[in-house]
């Protein structure tokens, strides 16, 4: 293996850490409420926003500010489950589709009137260091956002496994009535999931900033892809959202050097063939699953 | 029935003419000579179309003030044009209802395609300031008249940026030079990589990689590392903005290092591209003329600046309202010696039209090509970016204000 080629698959696997940290979230949320939020690019645009503003005004580092970011977005998808999802729940699919595009329609042009349709970057002293082996290079900020995403899919598995709230999301994802009668408060479990799904994104906001920029449509350069990562790791899965976003990076930098002007066909033709022969995804929770707001 | 119906047309029509002649007579009396103006006031493009309208208003206010054309005041109507769907009906609306005898616009390539066709069909000479797409002049119009450069002249002097001014200085032949084109692959992209391999065929100097990719890619890496094994001596990259700060951050992260790279306008005009790279001293790009020129080569720039600041009460912010102020007033000079509005003469005026480089507030000459109404004088210039973060220009040598820096700062020497 000549060193571009390594040189190719690092890259590969460092941008899936990329998408990987944006599709936990959605996977979460899918997972659990069983709505796609087409509002989570969204999400990331405010908290990379946020992490902008915060470095603008008062320095703060992003990855310092990412735990504030956590937080907030935190009240902001909790806020959002309860004020506009929770009311649809018993509504057709299409309603709450319809809902969740609206919301991400409004939050672009709300940032777009707020911030103006500029490209804002922070600029880090560490944003273009790189560990160099041999003649190899590896971004730190890239590598910083790989590790989060993998930090993020363990913490998240793990609470989902051993406490007692995440076993009662758990329970809820898997059977909604059952769960409630064992007295589960589901609205509260909601607001919790969709909570944690956002929060997701605002860590992924204050770990991007010193790789990307913002501006107001930020969140559709991602959320597309991160729609195929979920559906080939497998709807509702943390662990295939990891492994789905790496495969993804893989596929998309092999590709981009190899075959450039098919770069998006390769990645949605894997889309279409996951959908047409696996449509449950590569750790998928089996058949009848990626069924949208089934009651 | 029918007899009513008549009688209503017949009534109808009077209450029209009267109309017409009411509306028409003052104008008349009135010394002034009214023509419409196709700009994007409001919509995405606002913001640099509004910076356009006002260098073309810059223009008639300074021309009336002198005078105006034939000794009348000249007055613009405006119609405001968001969208290729606007273009065509305001121009149809301003030629057909308004009765314009002369169009003036666009800014927008997307908007000039359409509004210029509208104006052709009804046998009314368009002037176009600012729309580089090539196409536009390449339809066979006899009344549209382009004024500033077209798109291919970006990648032309991009290509003769590095075998004038680089090559020397490398202590290379053209030939030897490996020249990298890279570019997104929509029509912008595209286009200036189509004339950038054109030049550098005519010039000789080997093309070692060509590159296409798409602006909205999240990763620039699988692109930058086939240029590094290519090993080009300079690179000609046409991209938006996002792309722009994607392959500058990704080529200093896999340390992918030229002797000379050139922008195309673009994402490499723009201050936020500066900003989000830092230190972008040698950075070369291709663009309209900027403020940072030679003025014995630009005499009637400093003017417009006072002009504009003490118009609008702030600096210029782009060349736009440079571009259309020199666009405007050639198109005044085209009609003082037309004398009327008369299609055919205004044409013959424009072609008559013969002012060297070097005389005119952009530097550009006029000379319209009679097969296309382009200005043949009018092509983009170099420029190198500055450690403050400036655009000055060093290409043609006549025009430029600094040296070109080659080989550019590395990376490392960049420091971070």
């Known amino acids: 293996m000549s060193y571009t080629f390594i040189q190719v698959l690092i890259s590969g696997v460092l941008l899936g850490g990329i998408y990987a940290l944006i599709s936990i979230g959605l996977t979460l949320i899918f997972g659990v409420i069983k709505v796609i939020n087409f509002a989570h690019g969204e999400f990331l645009m405010l908290a990379m926003y946020f992490a902008y503003w915060m470095w603008h005004y008062w320095g703060v580092d992003p990855y310092a500010s990412a735990i504030v970011l956590a937080a907030l977005l935190f009240l902001i998808g909790a806020a959002t489950q309860r004020g506009i999802i929770q009311p649809l729940l018993k509504s057709p699919a299409s309603m709450q589709i319809f809902a969740t595009v609206g919301l991400s329609i409004t939050l672009q042009n709300v940032a777009l009137f707020l911030w103006k349709a500029d490209y804002r970057t922070i600029q880090t002293a560490y944003q273009a260091s790189k560990i160099t082996i041999g003649e190899l290079a590896i971004g730190y900020p890239r590598l910083v956002a790989f590790a989060g995403a993998t930090a993020m899919t363990i913490v998240i598995f793990w609470f989902l496994k051993n406490t007692f709230t995440g076993r009662a999301i758990r329970a809820i994802a898997q059977d909604r009535m059952a769960a409630m009668l064992m007295g589960i408060n589901q609205k509260k479990m909601y607001m919790l999931a969709f909570g944690l799904g956002s929060a997701c994104v605002g860590v992924a906001g204050g770990l991007l900033m010193p790789i990307y920029y913002v501006f107001p449509t930020v969140g559709t350069y991602f959320s597309l892809t991160a729609f195929v990562v979920v559906v080939l790791g497998g709807m509702g899965d943390i662990r295939g959202a990891w492994i789905g976003g790496i495969i993804i990076g893989l596929v998309e930098a092999i590709s981009g050097f190899y075959v450039p002007a098919l770069k998006e066909a390769v990645y949605f033709a894997i889309f279409i063939l996951i959908l047409l022969f696996r449509p449950s995804g590569i750790l998928g929770l089996g058949r009848g699953f990626e069924e949208v707001a089934q009651e | ?416």
């Not at chain 2, 419409?36 to 009336?64: D, K, T």
């Not at chain 2, 032309?156 to 020397?168: K, Q, Y």
């Not at chain 2, 595209?190 to 010039?203: D, G, I, L, N, R």
């Open chain 2, 1 to 416: 029935m029918r007899i009513r119906s008549v009688s209503c047309l017949a009534i109808c029509a009077m209450v029209l003419s009267l109309g017409f002649a009411v509306i028409g007579s003052p104008a008349e009396a009135a010394e002034t000579v009214k023509i419409g103006a196709v700009y994007p006031l409001s919509g995405n493009l606002a913001r640099l179309g509004e910076e356009s309208y006002r260098g073309a208003e810059l223009a008639r206010i300074e021309r009336n003030a002198q005078g105006g054309v034939w000794g009348k005041q000249v007055e613009y109507v405006v119609a405001d044009a968001p969208d290729t769907n606007a273009a065509r009906s305001e121009a149809e609306r301003l030629i057909t209802r308004s009765n314009m005898k002369l169009l003036l616009g666009t800014y927008s390539s997307s908007l000039a395609y359409v509004a210029t066709e509208v104006a052709e069909r009804n046998r009314v000479p368009f002037f176009e300031f600012g729309a580089i797409s090539d196409p536009i002049t390449e339809r066979g119009f006899k009344y549209t008249f382009r004024t500033c450069a077209p798109a291919s002249g970006f990648g032309t002097i991009a290509v003769r940026v590095i075998a004038e001014l680089a090559a020397p200085k490398m202590g290379m032949a053209p030939k030897d030079i490996k020249l990298a084109i890279v570019y997104e692959d929509s029509l912008y992209g595209t286009t200036c990589a189509k004339y950038a391999k054109a030049e550098a065929e005519k010039v000789g100097m080997p093309v070692v990689a060509d590159e296409p990719y798409s602006a909205k890619t999240n990763d620039l890496s699988p692109v930058i590392l086939k240029l590094k094994a290519a090993n080009p001596d300079a690179v000609i990259h046409t991209a938006y903005i996002a792309d722009a700060i994607l392959f500058s951050r990704q080529a200093k992260e896999l340390n992918f290092d030229v002797k000379a790279y050139v922008g195309q306008g673009g994402g490499h005009s723009m201050l936020d591209w500066a900003k989000a790279i830092g230190d972008v001293s040698g950075f070369l790009n291709v663009d309209f003329p900027q403020f940072k020129i030679n003025k014995a080569y630009t005499p009637g720039l400093d003017e417009f600046i006072k002009l504009y600041e003490d118009t609008y009460k702030e600096p210029p912010h782009s060349g736009h309202s440079l571009v259309n102020y020199f666009g405007a007033k050639v198109m005044f000079d085209a009609m003082e010696k037309a004398g009327s509005l008369d299609a055919d003469k205004i044409r013959e005026a424009a072609l008559s039209l013969d002012v060297p480089e070097g005389q005119t507030c952009t530097g550009w000459g006029v000379k319209f090509d009679p097969k296309t109404g382009q200005n043949v004088r009018a092509l983009p210039y170099g420029l190198m970016w500055t450690k403050d973060q400036e655009q000055v220009t060093i290409y043609p040598s006549e025009a430029a204000v600094a040296e070109i820096i080659v080989p550019m700062p590395t990376w490392r020497e960049r420091g971070q």
